[in-house]
Nanobody, 114 residues
Framework: VQLQASGGGLVQPGGSLRLSCAVT????????VGWYRQAPGEQRELVAA???????NYADSVKGRFTISRDNARTTVYLQMNSLKPEDTAAYYC?????????WGKGTQVTVSS
């Protein structure tokens, strides 16, 4: 199972980015996928997750600003991030679990700064 995250970059406060996580080698339609982030000196935290049925959950800090979605045909999960704040600056990682094993993609850096 491989996860490839992309879409990070430098954006001004109030701006938007869309992250993508392409998942290969898994039974994608049967696995939940989550986005996590980790800022320097901080623990990795869950940002958003989406189940196989499309149910979602979000960290309180991003509710109303971020939207997670999935395209089972493309085996890709997206994270639309709007109204970005400097505190959203972090490396963002996507994650899935299959048969009890955890899989992580390499992080994509998001920097929110003027």
């Amino acid at each position: 199972v491989q996860l490839q995250a992309s879409g990070g970059g430098l954006v001004q406060p109030g701006g938007s980015l869309r992250l993508s996580c392409a998942v290969t080698g898994s039974i994608f339609s049967r696995n939940a996928v989550g986005w996590y982030r980790q800022a320097p000196g901080e623990q990795r935290e869950l940002v958003a997750a989406i189940t196989t049925g499309g149910s979602t959950n979000y960290a309180d800090s991003v509710k109303g600003r971020f939207t997670i979605s999935r395209d089972n045909a493309r085996t890709t999960v997206y994270l639309q991030m709007n109204s970005l704040k400097p505190e959203d600056t972090a490396a963002y990682y996507c994650h899935t679990r299959q048969y009890g094993m955890d899989y992580w993609g390499k992080g994509t850096q998001v920097t929110v700064s003027s």
